[in-house]
């Protein structure tokens, strides 16, 4: 007979851990299934579940919450189509919150647990799905009255400003508006379940390249000036970013700024952080982890170096 605390830790466990608790004995198995508050939000969010959920399984799944379900959130669920997350949302139209992002905060923020008073929808990296099916699911929230207060787009395929722009008009109830709140970058803007952004659709036109994207804004002051806004604000892929900061950078000091890893930093930056002892480029903190340090000296080698001096003593052991 488990305990009565167990039964109420319930509400607090990760989709994986609730159905082996449901396997464990027969009473967890009837409290699992038999209490709709523990399905009203879903997160199937790793493998081997991920990949094996099917659409039929997510229905049934899902089906577990009686129509109450308020946050489903499906991470590389390659094999859910629009069709099958339609049927789920035309069922549970109470779902206000649709979003997608990247996943080191995915274990803080899965917990299914009827405490919670932001509802959500996550999708991302679920390659079944396509910018017209999750139009068409906006759509049935909006004609069911839905409240859809929040949407993230990033990650789904093909998406274009008519896609945009028909997912706004369903939100705001046709009365187009704009967040006001701003997006600097950093590498967790592209974390799954990233909860730090308040914004209702994630995305947005880039006013560069015109693809839909995360658009960034800058952090310098000047260029925060309402004058000068859109001369750095852009997807990623056209204006470079300071790894640290969030800062734009240009192509002149990208070029003095070069370092070990594949991110890039402005010169602010880039002043203060110890350089490698072969090629004077440093790590940002992200990478740091890759130096190779020379003991017992402080100083350090980048990997790029310590890679080239093993590639040139075998080929020169080889000539020799």
Not at 186 to 214: A, F, G, K, Q, Y
Request: charged share 25%; with cysteine.
């Amino acid at each position: 007979e488990p305990h009565a605390a167990l039964l109420l830790s319930l509400a607090y466990l990760p989709l994986r851990e609730l159905l082996s608790c449901a396997g464990a004995c027969r009473r967890l198995r009837d409290a699992v299934a038999g209490d709709p508050l523990l399905w009203r939000r879903v997160a199937v969010a790793a493998p081997p579940l991920a990949r094996r959920l099917t659409d039929e399984a997510l229905l049934a799944l899902t089906g577990r919450a009686g129509g109450t379900l308020r946050s489903l959130r499906l991470l590389g669920c390659t094999r859910v189509s629009d069709a099958g997350l339609l049927r789920v949302v035309e069922r549970n139209p109470g779902i206000t919150e649709i979003l997608s992002m990247e996943s080191s905060t995915l274990l803080k923020d899965t917990m299914i647990s009827t405490r919670a008073k932001i509802y959500k929808l996550y999708m991302p990296r679920c390659t079944g799905l396509t910018a017209e099916g999750v139009v068409k699911i906006v759509q049935v929230l909006y004609e069911c009255m839905g409240n859809l207060n929040r949407i993230r787009l990033h990650g789904i395929c093909r998406m274009t400003k008519h896609h945009l722009d028909a997912i706004s008009s369903a939100m705001y109830k046709g009365n187009q508006q704009e967040d006001d709140q701003s997006l600097f970058y950093s590498h967790r803007v592209h974390e799954v379940l990233n909860t730090n952004d308040e914004r209702r659709i994630d995305v947005d036109v880039c006013p560069m390249c015109t693809n839909v994207r995360l658009v960034f804004d800058c952090t310098r002051d000047g260029c925060r000036r309402k004058d000068s806004r859109a001369q750095c604000r852009g997807c990623f892929f056209c204006v470079a970013r300071c790894e640290t900061c969030g800062g734009c950078i240009d192509l002149e000091e990208l070029s003095e700024t070069e370092l070990a890893c594949s991110d890039f930093l402005c010169m602010e930056c880039w002043l203060p952080l110890p350089k490698c002892s072969t090629c004077n480029r440093p790590y940002c903190k992200r990478h740091e982890n890759l130096k190779v340090d020379l003991s017992p000296s402080p100083q350090f080698t980048c990997h790029r170096c310590v890679e080239f001096s093993s590639n040139s003593l075998e080929n020169l052991e080889e000539s020799s």
